[in-house]
Nanobody, 123 residues
Framework: VQLQACGGGLVQAGGSLRLSCAAS????????MGWFRQSPGKEREFVAA????????YYADSVKGRFTISRDNAKNTVYLQMNSLKPEDTAVYYC?????????????????WGQGTLVTVSS
């Protein structure tokens, strides 16, 4: 599985961005998908996850109510809509697939990772 994330950029606090992650292959609908982020000097942290069918979603407390994860299985793409952005949201954002098991917030459960896209939120 190859993942290609895009949509990052520079935005002012309070603004919005939408990240996209396109996956290769014909089995996209069989994967749970997640978004993680990593800031300099910090560990990679969970942001959001969505189940194979899209029926279930999970969010980190820090983004709940501001970010929305969604997927389009026909387009092999997962999205992360980010609203009301804060400077502390600045990070490299990664999409990842969880091939086996139930939907997880642990990055060790994810099998394939995209290259990351940088989001910078200015104050």
């Amino acid at each position: 599985v190859q993942l290609q994330a895009c949509g990052g950029g520079l935005v002012q606090a309070g603004g919005s961005l939408r990240l996209s992650c396109a996956a290769s292959g014909r089995t996209f609908s069989s994967y749970n998908m997640g978004w993680f982020r990593q800031s300099p000097g910090k560990e990679r942290e969970f942001v959001a996850a969505i189940s194979r069918s899209g029926d279930s979603t999970y969010y980190a407390d820090s983004v709940k109510g501001r970010f929305t994860i969604s997927r389009d299985n026909a387009k092999n793409t997962v999205y992360l809509q980010m609203n009301s952005l804060k400077p502390e949201d600045t990070a490299v954002y990664y999409c990842a697939t969880e091939v086996y098991g139930s939907i997880s917030q642990a990055f060790g459960e994810y099998d394939y990772w995209g290259q990351g896209t940088l989001v910078t939120v200015s104050s």
